[in-house]
């Protein structure tokens, strides 16, 4: 059986549901970003008990197509830019409309519709997240997280940054308090 559970967003989220379906007496087959396959079936009750286990952790079962189709494409961008360095050479409307089997205006509509925001600047908030992170590590130059994160420039770079941040890397860098949001609250 299928689960699709929102706010899996990272590799230890993926720890946390599979140990807690195991802790559940659930036998998981595969663990992806949003989704878990299990060899049983559930039945309300035991639905009940895993919602209420994983809403502890901040987890939440999706029931509905809409919700699951939103969190597939969450998913896919927040794979896509922390964890695959953006590495897309195709552009992201073909990438989400060829993995979700879907039309990309759909898709958008859907997303927007939903989420009070667009996809493309859905993806800006993750790229400029992974900026910041990536800024915070002080390993790389501001032209290498350009290219790392697919920009075509570092004046691109930085206009985005500022256009969302209010403030240029280079200043964002120098302070001391450098918030950053988790993946899942953008």
């Not at 998913?75 to 990438?95: A, C, E, G, P």
């Not at 350009?146 to 860098?173: C, D, W």
């Amino acid at each position: 059986m299928r689960l699709y559970i929102r706010n899996m967003v990272c590799g230890r989220c993926k720890m946390v549901v599979k140990a807690e379906l195991e802790r559940l007496g659930f036998h998981p087959v595969a663990v992806a970003l949003g989704e878990v396959d299990i060899a049983e079936d559930i039945d309300p009750q035991q639905k009940e008990a895993l919602s209420g286990a994983l809403k502890s952790f901040g987890f939440e079962l999706i029931d509905d197509r809409k919700s699951r189709v939103i969190e597939r494409i969450k998913n896919l961008i927040v794979d896509l830019v922390h964890y695959k360095d953006n590495n897309l050479r195709r552009n992201l409307s073909q990438y989400l409309a060829e993995d979700l089997g879907q039309e990309y205006s759909a898709l958008s509509n859907l997303f927007s519709e939903v989420e009070g925001t667009t996809i493309e600047q859905y993806f800006i908030a993750q790229k400029i997240e992974k900026v910041k992170e990536l800024l915070m590590y002080d390993e790389l130059s501001l032209s290498e997280i350009a290219y790392q994160l697919n920009y075509s420039s570092v004046a691109h770079l930085s206009n985005q940054f500022k256009k969302i941040t209010g403030l240029s890397p280079t200043h964002f860098k120098q302070l001391k308090d450098r918030k950053r949001q988790q993946i899942e609250d953008l």
